[in-house]
């Protein structure tokens, strides 16, 4: 029931973002060095992704031993 309610009121009602959205839209020129700017940035820390990644990773392994862990019977 809460369900069918929640889709009416979404039909019945606008919603104001979509109402100010134009199509006033302005484009950015972007040269041609933009690609290999960011393509040097990405590489020049990618020892930080690396270490972030495997933070996650660890999050993850630690995550899913505390859920899948074994109690002690009394």
Do not use: H
Request: proline letters at 3%; a positive charge; aromatic letters at 10%.
């Amino acid at each position: 029931m809460t369900i069918i309610s929640a889709l009416m009121f979404i039909t019945e009602n606008d919603f104001p973002a979509f109402t100010l959205a134009g199509d006033n839209w302005v484009r950015v020129n972007i040269s041609d060095e933009t690609g290999p700017q960011v393509a040097r940035f990405m590489w020049s820390y990618r020892s930080l992704d690396l270490i972030a990644q495997a933070l996650v990773l660890f999050g993850a392994a630690v995550g899913c031993l505390t859920i899948l862990r074994r109690k002690e019977k009394k």
